[in-house]
């Protein structure tokens, strides 16, 4: 099924992905090994792009059919929580970055394990984070991007932070795509997550008895 699944998301047949999501989600699949194989299919559709097979409009409905999948999947999720409020996270995809698919996740999963977000949307400029900081007061700062040169507005973003003297006052992770420990540190963030799940144990690990 996995492998179909996959296929059919990679091949843009939005009809059979929707009903694939749906036939596995009544049958009792694991949620998150749903959104495992979207992330496996965006690969595919990502190196078809390199190589001048697909082109703008097919990441365009690539797009739209993870965020119609993500929608069908998010209620499955919604049962593991308990209700405290664990802390806050302050979410955006950073300056000249528009990809918000994994932001998206990032948000339902942190949303899901009873956090309380609040999502600057995409290609948020460095001054929004530091305004919005100083008046939403997080815990945590979640930096999302995809693009090469995201990293770059990362590390500007963590640097704002700085400079407007509250870096001690969050924790900053990053991630999305390619970002890995080298962009962590090039970016001076606390840490990097390489998916959602990740994003959800580092926000645990700041708040709730955490090391903040
Ligand atoms: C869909 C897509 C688009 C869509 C985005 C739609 C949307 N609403 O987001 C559109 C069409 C808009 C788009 C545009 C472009 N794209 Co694009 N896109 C993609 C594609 C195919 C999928 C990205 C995606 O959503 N993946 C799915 C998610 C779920 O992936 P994920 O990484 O597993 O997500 C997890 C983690 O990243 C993590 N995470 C995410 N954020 C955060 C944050 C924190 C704090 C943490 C801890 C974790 C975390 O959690 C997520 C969930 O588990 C990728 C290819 C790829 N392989 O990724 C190219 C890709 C990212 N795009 C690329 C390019 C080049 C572009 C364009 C420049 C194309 C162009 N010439 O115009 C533009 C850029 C526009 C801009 N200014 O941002 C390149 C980037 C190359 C580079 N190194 O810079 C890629 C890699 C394609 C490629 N192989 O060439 N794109």
Redesign the pocket.
Known sequence: MSDEFVNVIADMDEDRAMALTKEMLAGGADPMSI??D??QA??????R??LNE?F?????L???M??SI?AEVKPYLQHSIDSKKQGKVL?G?VQ???????????NF?LDVNNFEIKDLG??VPVETFVEEIKSFQPDVV?????????YSSMKETVEAIHAAGLRDKVKI???????DEKICAYAQAD?????????VD?AKGWTNGGSK
Request: aromatic fraction near 6%.
């Open positions: 959104l495992d979207c992330r965006m690969e595919i559709v990502g190196k792009f390199e697909y703008i409009p097919e990441l365009i690539a797009g739209e993870l965020k993500s979410l995809t000249g970055d528009i990809h918000d698919i994994g932001k998206d996740i990032v999963m995409v290609d979640a930096l999302s991007g995809f693009l090469t040169l995201s992770m990053i991630g999305g795509g390619a970002v840490a990097f997550g390489k998916d959602a799940m990740a994003a580092l």
